[in-house]
């Protein structure tokens, strides 16, 4: 058990404890994240093809910061309003990272319904301020 140890010594290092409040990275106001060639009530077969686009803002892989960029995270079936925007996004299957920069992705999903939505972390995984986000949309897997 390794890397909780380096995690606490990583937020000791910062003075930053397990459970405070991290600074955000503020992003342009006009920022926005959407979806490309998929719509709201779309029905797809799985691996279900996704592409991630930006507006006002760049894609940069997790642990490079620069101004004006950040790398995406698609939430799955996850309400904005559950997410801690002040601390990195966990990684689970309710929220899956893209911190090497991509921008399209083939997810294996089961038949159903799901929500997605895209939401922008900075180098630390934590969301911008504002977040940069996309529309919410619904779609159907056959």
């Known amino acids: 058990m390794r890397y909780p140890m380096l995690l606490a010594m990583v937020l000791a290092g910062t003075g930053m404890g397990p459970l405070q409040a991290m600074e955000r990275t503020d992003a342009p106001e006009d920022a926005r994240a959407y979806f490309l060639g998929v719509e709201d009530g779309d029905t797809?077969?799985?691996?279900?093809?996704?592409?991630?686009?930006?507006?006002g803002i760049g894609v940069a892989p997790a642990g490079v910061e620069h101004e004006n960029t950040g790398h995406h995270h698609l939430l799955i079936n996850t309400d904005l309003d559950d997410i801690n925007m002040d601390r990195p996004l966990p990684a689970s299957?309710?929220?899956?990272?893209?911190?090497?920069?991509?921008?399209r992705?083939?997810?294996e999903l089961e038949p159903g319904e799901y929500s997605?939505?895209?939401?922008?972390?900075?180098?630390?995984?934590?969301?911008?301020?504002?977040?940069v986000k996309s529309e919410r949309i619904t779609i159907t897997v056959e």
């Open 44 to 55: 797809l077969t799985s691996p279900v093809t996704l592409e991630f686009g930006l507006e």
């Open 116 to 131: 997605l939505q895209l939401l922008l972390g900075d180098h630390l995984h934590i969301p911008h301020q504002p977040p």
């Open 93 to 103: 299957d309710q929220v899956r990272h893209f911190g090497g920069g991509q921008t």
């Open 105 to 107: 992705a083939q997810i």
